[in-house]
């Protein structure tokens, strides 16, 4: 649930420019952002509008993630799970400890979202498989 009060706009942008900066240097998960980012700069504002508006309620961000992500290729469990303990790295080092459990949940509820959406569209008749937790 949003909460306007939770953190102030430069504690997201420094969590979510550290974070993509880790993803950055990550040696699984920077080929595939490489690959499909032509400009970081931009995709760093509209990653700080997303969690902006997820966090504080903001509404800045609009678009679709999920058709997005379903039409990378050759994604799977580990590198959904590899984003995840980043996240995890990044958020605990955070100031805010409010904040940094906040979007840790919603980061958990994100990527088990499109992870399960990814494999449903590339193979509806296969049962999705869950994320295996931390």
Request: charged share 15%.
């Amino acid at each position: 649930m949003p909460d306007p009060a939770l953190c102030t706009e430069e504690e997201i942008t420094q969590l979510i420019h550290t974070f993509y900066a880790r993803v950055q240097q990550d040696a699984m998960l920077s080929p595939i952002f490489d690959a499909h980012v032509d400009d970081w700069p931009s995709h760093l504002v509209k990653m700080v509008d997303f969690w902006s508006s997820i966090l504080l309620g903001t509404n800045r961000f609009n678009g679709t993630p999920m058709p997005k992500h379903i039409a990378l290729p050759d994604l799977n469990a580990q590198l959904f799970q590899q984003w995840l303990k980043l996240f995890h790295q990044t958020a605990a080092e955070q100031s805010n400890q409010a904040m940094a459990e906040q979007a840790c949940v919603m980061a958990d509820r994100i990527a088990r979202s499109l992870w399960m959406g990814y494999q449903i569209s590339h193979q509806p008749d296969v049962m999705p498989e869950g994320l295996a937790h931390g």
